[in-house]
């Protein structure tokens, strides 16, 4: 092992008490957070305690701060809001308040707190930090402690989370119910939009965000709205004019609807409140349009939560843990955040002493793909720019397609599509794609394009002929590992065909999210929600029976993505993947901890299993198994979830993963074309001109296919690193299995081993 990791027992939590609270508003994924800190806190040792109706609960005592159970935290991963209460509380805003606070903690022996809320609660959690030795000492001379109290409890460690839908707290890139939000924000526009398109409506939607507009800029981008106001940028005088000459031309063009988005903080540049209601008296006045005035409100912070908020919870919530186990006299008070894909520590008051939000890229791809300019305004290019699906469809591929076409316009591109991948390339179904053949893609499942998993080396001969007879000078291949296996077979056979010469690249929309270079896939997080929503209807449909287990098989092939992280999301027992290999002595202790947990108070269980994760132990055999085991104890039921997690309407993780890369792509392809044309033709022959647009870690980066070679599984058409195998640990921890586990520096889990116990060891199992 590594100097650098050390083993759980330096974190052991024997003899500390840690409570937890949620403050301020509620938001999708609380729970979630609750229950990681609860049980990775008794997973180590330590006393857990709810502080129920947030710093309000603090201040009163009594019954309001309760020790918490492993049970206790079962089945809250599902519920939205906050299942422990939160209120505001102006009383802790003074000192006495405090003081109060401070005493209901001594007398419990709790000197960890973690907080989940907004700025405003983290930064008073800092403040009664700071003051916490100055009222213990009050506290002592009041008589209401003694002087081994103070010493006993004389550090108070804080870890905060940031539970908010608004998204505005500077150094995490999401905040906890963010994701679950926009969920809601767009199943409405979604709904909308039909009965809009029925009638020839101009809808105006008012979306939360009094000071911060992440949900109306990032909500516009995931539908493909007409216009936007949020109070970052107000919009210039005469703003009126263009937003009705843009309605205009709208219907010109015989669209039939109009979306506009409005934050409810949204101002002019004069200071003035935009209002749902002046915007929609415009729209009549001015153009006599059908226009309706739709105020989301409170609908946004209710509902179940994402996927990806149970997932940032759970993450959060364990690292939240881990830091106040590691702190010392001396740690300032942290918040846990999300950068990239990676949990982080920060400093709380750096973060929330920067109140502004970066918009930058949001919105320049927004404005790249909701203002149309007129021919005359294009810039003067002569290059034509293919582009094309591949694999299995994945939702989220059209949002992509879209914003490839609009921003290739934009940039003065002839823009051409190639219906059914590289079949229907050699085939020839391409032709011209134009602005308005794109209009409503972004909410569309599937593959309008169509799309095939053929390879193009058959027909090579065929493509370039193609290419040649449309002049292509670039291609964007937007799919799974076929499309990776394509896009190496057209540059390998460059020296033989001039016409593959071209920029290409590649952006990953699959499902199993198992391509080499990005840590993400188009289409995966649909499918992780489509997962997650099932698995939450298969354990409701055992309420109120007898003790039942659900073996439920999940895509992938080789790749235990969904299984692991859909695993996470839905609370699950255990998941079987390909990449942690197991044998029948795994699966008899995944049943023996099933049947414990069964004799308790817990009566749902639920196994996940990959596809192809071993060519022995199928799901009917392990359906088998668990049920000739468990017999007498649960019963079991099976299914195997099949096409439906391919399809549906795009998540908005995907719509906006997918618009924002396909236009990085096109930005990239016009910079390779421009640098690669030379004696009137485009040749481009080098590594660097074919290349991969992914996610890694914090950053989109483009890499050569070339150098991913030597990062990819062929033989199981999955990448030799996958970070979220770090996931593991975090999953076991809250399944309440018995683990060893390393620490890296920064805190996070990265490895498990799993123990197998003796009989006797039930009784440990935390």
Not at 5 to 33: P, W, Y
Request: glycine share 10%; net charge negative; aromatic share 6%.
């Amino acid at each position: 092992m590594s100097d650098t990791r050390k083993f759980v027992e330096n974190l052991s939590g024997a003899g500390k008490s840690i409570a937890v609270l949620t403050s301020g508003g509620d938001a999708q994924g609380m729970n979630g957070a609750v229950r990681a800190v609860v049980r990775m806190g008794i997973y180590v040792g330590a006393k857990v305690y709810f502080i129920h109706e947030g710093y309000q609960g603090m201040v009163d005592g009594g019954d309001n701060i309760k020790e918490a159970t492993w049970e206790s935290v079962s089945s809250m991963l599902q519920v939205g809001g906050t299942v422990i209460g939160s209120a505001r509380c102006k009383e802790f805003r003074t000192h006495e308040g405090r003081l109060k606070a401070a005493h209901n903690l001594v007398q419990r022996g709790i000197t960890n707190l973690c907080v989940i809320g907004g700025d405003g609660s983290l930064t008073g959690a800092n403040l009664f930090k700071e003051e916490w030795s100055g009222l213990l000492n009050e506290l002592l001379e009041q008589g209401l402690i003694d002087e081994e109290a103070v010493r006993r409890n004389s550090v108070l460690h804080i870890v905060g989370m940031v539970g908010s839908i608004d998204n505005d707290f500077c150094g995490t890139d999401m905040t906890i119910g963010t994701d679950s939000a926009l969920h809601r924000i767009i199943e409405v526009v979604d709904a909308i939009m039909t009965t809009a398109q029925s009638h020839q409506r101009t809808f105006v939607l008012e979306v939360m965000g009094r000071h911060c507009g992440y949900l109306a800029l990032v909500s516009a981008l995931a539908c493909g709205a007409d216009w936007v106001f949020f109070p970052e940028m107000p919009p210039e005088d005469g703003w009126e004019d263009n937003m009705c000459q843009k309605l205009s031309e709208n219907r010109a063009d015989k669209k039939r609807l109009n979306i506009i988005i409005v934050a409810e903080g949204a101002i002019d540049c004069r200071n003035k409140a935009i209002t749902p209601d002046y915007i929609k008296d415009l729209v009549v006045g001015r153009l006599g349009l059908d226009t309706r005035v739709t105020i989301l409100g409170h609908v946004q912070r209710g509902g179940t939560p994402s996927a990806f908020d149970r997932i940032l919870a759970s993450r959060m919530g364990v690292e939240a843990v881990v830091a106040l186990l590691e702190a010392s006299a001396d740690t300032p008070a942290c918040v846990v955040s999300l950068v990239g894909n990676e949990a982080v520590r920060l400093p709380l008051m750096e973060c929330v002493q920067i109140v502004s939000v970066s918009f930058e890229h949001n919105l320049s791809t927004y404005r790249l793909l909701a203002s149309r300019k007129a021919d005359s305004e294009l810039p003067n290019s002569s290059f034509n720019v293919a582009v094309l699906n591949v694999g299995a469809p994945a939702a989220g591929m059209n949002a992509a397609v879209r914003s490839a076409v609009r921003v290739g316009i934009t940039e003065g591109h002839k823009m051409f599509a190639v219906n059914d991948g590289f079949e229907g390339f050699h085939k020839g179904q391409i032709k011209e794609i134009k602005w308005g053949d794109v209009g409503g893609w972004t909410g569309q499942g599937g593959s309008l394009l169509g799309t095939k998993r053929t390879l193009p080396g058959k027909h090579l001969d065929k493509i370039a002929e193609q290419m040649r007879i449309h002049n292509i000078n670039a291609l964007l291949v937007i799919g799974g590992f076929e499309a990776y296996m394509g896009l190496l077979e057209l540059s390998s056979a460059r020296d033989k065909y001039s016409e593959f010469c071209v920029p290409m690249v590649m952006i990953p929309a699959t499902v199993s999210n198992n391509i080499p270079g990005s840590d993400l896939s188009i289409g995966s997080d649909t499918a992780l929600n489509a997962i997650t929503d099932t698995c939450d209807r298969i354990k409701q449909s055992a309420s109120g029976t007898k003790r039942r287990v659900f073996i439920i098989e999940t895509m992938g092939g080789y790749c235990g993505y969904l299984a692991t992280v859909g695993g996470l999301a839905a609370g699950a027992d255990a998941v079987y993947i390909f990449e942690e290999p197991f044998d029948i002595r795994d699966l008899q202790t995944n049943v023996e901890h099933l049947t414990h947990k069964m004799k308790t108070s817990i009566q749902r269980g639920l196994v996940l299993r990959n596809e192809n994760c071993n060519e022995n132990f199928t799901t009917d055999f392990i359906y088998q198994l668990y049920s000739e085991e468990g017999r007498g104890v649960f019963d079991c039921r099976k299914n195997i979830l099949g096409h439906m997690q391919q399809g549906g309407a795009p998540s908005p993780f995907d719509r906006n993963f997918g618009t924002k890369v396909a236009a990085k792509a096109i930005q990239w392809i016009t910079r390779m074309l421009k640098e690669s044309y030379k004696g009137g033709i485009v040749f481009a022959n080098s590594e660097e001109s074919v290349c991969l647009l992914g996610m890694r870690r914090r950053a989109m980066v483009f890499q050569p296919l070339a150098q991913l070679q030597g990062e990819t599984d062929f033989v199981h058409r999955i990448p030799k690193d996958q970070w979220w195998l770090k996931l593991r640990p975090v999953m076991k921890i809250l399944a309440k299995y018995k683990i060893d586990y390393d620490v890296s520096e920064s805190g996070q889990l990265e490895h498990v081993t799993q123990v197998r116990p003796k009989e006797s060891d039930f009784s440990a199992c935390i």
